[in-house]
């Protein structure tokens, strides 16, 4: 009798030495396990044999030195689940290495760049300002629906092209189709729930690229119809991926932004105060945010040679999760890591990653995330703020799906 082999990625060969991912409490607050984990094995072969990176310089310098890509000597995608096929990020710019990575991001750079946040900024400053005075009137709001998504969400429709009236349906496939980033490890009726997702937006984007190609617009959907057109290389499918992924990566991180940062804000309102006294700390409210909080716990690398991280030598085709959120609260690189201080003088935080991967949306990102919270704590000013009970989403990214408040 023959004994079959575990696949070599589910081998137990490591140890999430106590900072467990599926641990019901890493979700309410990963930071304590992330800390002992920085402490015991900055360099940690989990059991899923992976290696996860947590120290901030260590990171770094992968983002700088390793020689590393998407997927492995195969061909493969070290964290996608292999059954997930419609809509599947394989294709999407994330995954792909230079230079056809280099192609995909270019054709999107124009419409999620500097210039694309400025053209976007007063449609965002008025969504914004709708949102607080219905809040202001009803005496309090749903941080995550009433602000957190409504905002990125009108905005990520408008520069996809997308109809504001369906606009709701991304609300449940974006969040469920995050979990594609890590669906080979994930429970399968998880699994389903993402191909679904998948599915549905891969019909979706069928539609209104088919529809689209009579009428083009200056939306991006149009952009990339142009670009395939005029003979560039978007092959079939690709031009579909792509909008999957810049809906999801539009939508679910900045969610995690406006609700992520608000709540610190109101766990901390001697901060707020600091930020309604002086508005022009904005801007490095917002990278305290995402330092203290950030939306993507971790990204992913995999190593094209042997490289060497604080002492341990990883082979080649080593896949690596750089723990951005461990990174982000390094007391080597921080001072007093777990103080929300947005006052903080170097808050150069990893949260949109590093390398030619660098987050493409971070200008629209920070623009929504400036007039939420500004608007807020300019506007709020004088009430007392109360939290109801807090809800996490069922997104793979950090982000969560209610979190009621009442003013008083
Ligand atoms: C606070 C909000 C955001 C955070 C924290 C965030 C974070 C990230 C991270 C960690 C990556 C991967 C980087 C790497 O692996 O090195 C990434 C990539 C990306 N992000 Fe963002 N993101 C945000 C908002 C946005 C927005 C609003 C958009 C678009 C509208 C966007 C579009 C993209 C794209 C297209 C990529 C892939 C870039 C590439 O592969 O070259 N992101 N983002």
């Given at each position: 009798m023959t004994s079959s082999l575990p696949t070599p990625d589910l081998n137990p060969v490591g140890d999430w030495c106590g900072a467990d991912p599926f641990a019901p409490d890493f979700r309410d607050n990963p930071y304590p396990s992330l800390h002992a984990l920085r402490a015991r094995e900055p360099v940690n072969l989990t059991p899923v044999n992976t290696w996860r990176i947590s120290r901030y310089a260590d990171v770094q310098t992968i983002f700088q030195k390793a020689k590393t890509g998407m997927t492995l000597a195969d061909g493969s995608?070290?964290?996608?689940?292999?059954?997930?096929?419609?809509?599947?990020?394989?294709?999407?710019m994330l995954n792909k290495d230079d230079p056809e990575h280099a192609r995909l991001r270019l054709l999107a750079m124009k419409s999620l760049g500097p210039h694309t946040a400025r053209l976007m900024e007063d449609e965002v400053k008025k969504s914004v300002e709708q949102t607080i005075d219905r809040a202001l009137a009803q005496g309090g709001m749903e941080v995550i629906e009433d602000l957190a998504c409504y905002v990125p969400s009108r905005m990520i429709c408008q520069i996809m092209g997308v109809?504001?009236?369906?606009?709701?349906?991304f609300n449940e496939w974006t969040g469920a189709r995050t979990n594609a980033f890590f669906g080979r490890f994930l429970p399968p009726e998880v699994q389903q729930r993402t191909r679904d997702a998948g599915s549905a937006m891969a019909d979706y984007f069928d539609n209104l690229v088919r529809e689209r190609r009579g009428r083009l617009g200056d939306d991006l959907v149009s952009a990339l119809i142009r670009a395939e057109e005029q003979g560039d290389t978007l092959r079939d499918g690709e031009l579909v991926v792509q909008a999957i992924g810049i809906i999801v990566a539009g939508y679910e991180t900045t969610i995690g932004l406006i609700g992520n940062g608000l709540r610190a804000l109101l766990d901390h309102p001697e901060q707020l105060a600091l930020l309604r006294e002086d508005p022009s700390l904005i801007n490095n409210t917002i990278d305290e945010c995402l330092r203290f909080d950030t939306p993507i716990l971790f990204n992913w690398r995999v190593l094209k040679e042997p490289f060497e991280v604080s002492g341990k030598l990883l082979p080649a085709d080593a896949v690596i999760w750089q723990m951005l959120a461990s990174a982000n609260r390094d007391p080597e690189r921080f001072d007093d890591p777990d103080r929300f201080d947005i006052r903080r003088r170097d808050v150069s935080h990893l949260s949109f990653g590093g390398g030619v991967h660098f987050c493409l949306g971070n200008s629209l990102a920070r623009m929504e995330g400036r007039h939420a919270l500004n608007q807020f704590a300019q506007r709020t000013k004088g009430l007392e703020i109360r939290q109801g009970n807090l809800e996490w989403s069922h997104s793979f990214f950090r982000v969560m799906a209610r979190l009621p408040i009442t003013f008083h």
């Open positions: 995608a070290p964290n996608f689940d292999p059954l997930d096929q419609r809509g599947s990020f394989l294709d999407f109809p504001q009236q369906d606009r709701g349906l």
